[in-house]
């Protein structure tokens, strides 16, 4: 059974930083790719970055170029993003998700991703 368990989330002040980590269990094929993902309520599930298995290639949103880092750690079956600076406007859930069928409507799309996390909460608040 396909499971994706989202840890790291938490309070931090603005300019702090966190690690989301993005433990992954029970594929039985490989993965195409593994996706962030943040909601606030009221607005739609938007993407953040993703990274593609096979040859890690990586996106991310224009709002957090520069600040987070999704990486892999193979040893741990992780995936992993580091937000730096972090500013009011990050405040979400952020859910992981997994693409374990080919690429359609865009790398990063939250419809093409078919396993889901619980998700993890940030606040970002002086």
């Known amino acids: 059974q396909v499971q994706l368990v989202e840890s790291g989330g938490g309070s931090v002040q603005p300019g702090g930083s966190l690690r989301l980590s993005c433990s992954l269990s029970g594929f039985v094929a490989d993965y195409y790719a593994i996706g962030w993902f943040r909601q606030v309520p009221g607005k739609r599930r938007e993407a953040v970055s993703c990274r593609t298995r096979s040859d890690g290639s990586v996106f991310y949103t224009d709002s957090v170029k520069g600040r987070f880092t999704i990486s892999r750690d193979t040893a741990q079956n992780t995936v992993d993003l580091l937000m730096d600076s972090l500013n009011s406007e990050d405040t979400g859930t952020y859910f992981c998700?997994?693409?374990?069928?080919?690429?359609?409507?865009?790398?990063?799309?939250?419809?093409?991703?078919?396993?889901w996390g619980q998700g993890t909460r940030v606040t970002v608040s002086s």
């Open positions: 998700a997994a693409r374990t069928r080919p690429q359609v409507l865009g790398m990063c799309h939250p419809d093409e991703y078919n396993f």
